[in-house]
């Protein structure tokens, strides 16, 4: 039982995933989580209190990030 309740920290972990044509994060939004970006166009220029996995044909990040940074396009 006890170990059952140890392990609800990492249970309940949260991310944020954002997909299509156009995914973003706009300026002004902050985030305090991970954050997964898929499609065409990416756009993150809010803050996120996390790492950030971008993947898209064009990808432009301009905000800040406290975490790590991973893109592929």
Do not use: K, Q
Not at 17 to 41: I, K, Q, V
Not at 45 to 52: E, F, K, L, M, S
């Amino acid at each position: 039982m006890a170990a059952c309740l140890l392990a609800i920290p990492l249970i309940t972990y949260g991310a944020e995933f954002r997909t299509g044509e156009n995914p973003s994060h706009p300026a002004g939004e902050t985030m305090t989580e991970d954050l997964y970006m898929a499609g065409g166009t990416v756009t993150s220029a809010g803050t996120v209190r996390g790492d950030v996995l971008t993947a898209g044909g064009n990808i432009l990040v301009s905000g800040i990030v406290t975490g790590d940074l991973m893109a592929a396009g």
